[in-house]
């Protein structure tokens, strides 16, 4: 299990305030809330690019924020995918693992599984530049799960896609979470993905997490519940 337990940070003029947490094994949780309620700065927080003030993040009996950001087994993807430039897809796959000076066997293996998982296998010698927004982003998947994270954060991942792609890199979101069993948190502030993926879906305003409850609780709200709470979504409830 994940558990997050009061993690509290304070960057400039902002704070993350005693958030609580906590995510099964091989549990979606979907984060939901306002721009600026402080989603993408508490993954960062946990993954270790930021410092907490206070607080414990527990993996398997081990807290996260103790441990250098490259041992805390975090693999993460954002909005806009953040691959590198210069670099040819199959280079950006397998780079968590050549950092990691694994050996070409391994670095050949773990990337034929993920090529078979996504279906990427015809755009490995390209670069980021030549390819579609979806294809972009199923590399930013394959590289953040080369590593075999135990955590999966992944930051609006598929905001910058249309309809089409959308549907089908969620659909493909859930057959990865459904046969690689990792524990994932997603942020968005679509209603759509967050009541497809989500097994838990928690409610951030103001650096707070005010809510967590499961799909099931949250679908069966009254309807002016979910308006009042939810009204950043993009989707009309
Ligand atoms: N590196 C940083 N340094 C200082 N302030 C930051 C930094 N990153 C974010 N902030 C500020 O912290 C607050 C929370 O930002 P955060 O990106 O976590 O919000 P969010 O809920 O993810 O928003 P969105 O939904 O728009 O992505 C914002 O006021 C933002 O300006």
Redesign the pocket.
């Known amino acids: 299990m994940l558990e997050i337990k009061n993690l509290s940070l304070q960057?400039?003029?902002?704070k993350l305030k005693n958030i609580n947490l906590e995510v099964d094994d091989k549990e979606y949780c979907v984060l939901l809330?306002?721009?600026?309620?402080?989603?993408?700065?508490?993954l960062?927080t946990i993954a270790g690019l930021?410092k907490a003030s206070k607080g414990q993040v527990l993996f398997n009996g081990r807290n996260l924020l103790e441990m250098s950001p490259e041992r805390r087994g975090i693999g993460l993807v954002y909005q806009n995918y953040e691959l590198f430039p210069r670099m040819t897809v199959r280079d950006n796959i397998t780079f968590g693992l050549r950092i990691r000076k694994k050996s070409n066997e391994t670095i050949k293996s773990e990337l034929g599984k993920l090529m078979d998982l996504f279906r990427i296998e015809h755009l490995l010698d390209r670069y980021p530049a030549n390819l579609s927004g979806g294809e972009q982003q199923r590399v930013a998947l394959a590289r953040a799960l080369i590593i075999s994270p135990g955590i999966l954060f992944l930051?609006?991942p598929l905001s910058s896609l249309d309809h089409l792609n959308k549907e089908l890199l969620m659909n493909e979101l859930q057959r990865v979470h459904r046969n690689s069993g990792i524990t994932i948190i997603h942020?968005t502030?679509d209603l759509d993905e967050a009541f497809f993926l989500a097994d838990k879906i928690g409610v951030?305003t103001a650096?707070e997490l005010i809510k967590t409850e499961t799909k099931k609780e949250f679908i069966n709200k009254p309807r002016s519940f979910l308006l009042n709470q939810l009204k950043f979504c993009k989707k009309a409830i």
């Open positions: 960057l400039n003029g902002f809330g306002p721009s600026g309620s402080g989603k993408t700065l508490m960062e930021h930051d609006e942020v502030h951030m650096g």
